[in-house]
T-cell receptor, first 112, second 112 residues
Framework: DSGVTQTPKHLITATGQRVTLRCSPRSGDLSVYWYQQSLDQGLQFLIHYYNGEERAKGNILERFSAQQFPDLHSELNLSSLELGDSALYFC???????????FGSGTRLTVV | DQQVKQNSPSLSVQEGRISILNCDYTNSMFDYFLWYKKYPAEGPTFLISISSIKDKNEDGRFTVFLNKSAKHLSLHIVPSQPGDSAVYFCAVLTSGTYKYIFGTGTRLKVLA
């Protein structure tokens, strides 16, 4: 158990819908990262937050947004969903930027 | 444009032999390198890391080698065990940034 909690584990939704993925970082970790893993693809960096502030952005679509709340949990919002958004979404956390990051077990999103 | 490449999607090795997983990167600004292991239905877990000031780091059966001039990273597992069967991702980072870039992964199968 990495200490990073992601909910829900599985999500099935229809095209055009909006979903929210939730992440609770390890106790004491201030940094939260979001990654997307599509079929046979590597882990694509989406976005990083540190202590509530956005610090880095990757290939995140405009339909996607995220935030980190004062209690340090984070949410990834995906809207106007398309079939191609079906993927595993991982959250990771670390005490500070850099060093090693610990991953949650992921949310598997299926868009039908 | 892939900044981190793992050119072997899969690798099969006999139990007890050496497993060598390779990773190439393009940007000489990367100065911290990590390997993660991922089992099905789980998030990636940290395995071993190395900073650019070293060329080798060892942890039990796992050794990471860094060749900065060739921009090449490798992970050696000796001896390989069936429990090592997993997908292995290399990741790179530039100190002071927050963007871990992952390769596409190599699926290792250790045959008993």
């Amino acid at each position: 158990d990495s200490g990073v909690t992601q909910t829900p584990k599985h999500l099935i939704t229809a095209t055009g819908q909006r979903v929210t993925l939730r992440c609770s970082p390890r106790s004491g970790d201030l940094s939260v990262y979001w990654y997307q893993q599509s079929l046979d693809q590597g882990l694509q960096f989406l976005i990083h937050y540190y202590n509530g502030e956005e610090r880095a952005k990757g290939n995140i679509l405009e339909r996607f947004s995220a935030q980190q709340f004062p209690d340090l949990h984070s949410e990834l919002n995906l809207s106007s969903l398309e079939l191609g958004d079906s993927a595993l979404y991982f959250c990771a956390s670390s005490v500070s930027p850099g060093g090693t990051i610990a991953f949650g077990s992921g949310t598997r999103l299926t868009v039908v | 444009d892939q900044q981190v490449k793992q050119n072997s999607p899969s690798l099969s090795v006999q139990e007890g032999r050496i497993s060598i997983l390779n990773c190439d990167y393009t940007n000489s600004m990367f100065d911290y390198f990590l390997w993660y292991k991922k089992y099905p239905a789980e998030g990636p877990t940290f395995l071993i890391s190395i900073s650019s000031i070293k060329d080798k780091n060892e942890d039990g059966r796992f050794t990471v080698f860094l060749n900065k001039s060739a921009k090449h990273l490798s992970l050696h597992i000796v001896p390989s065990q069936p429990g090592d069967s997993a997908v292995y991702f290399c990741a790179v980072l530039t100190s002071g940034t927050y963007k871990y870039i992952f390769g596409t992964g190599t699926r290792l199968k250790v045959l008993a």
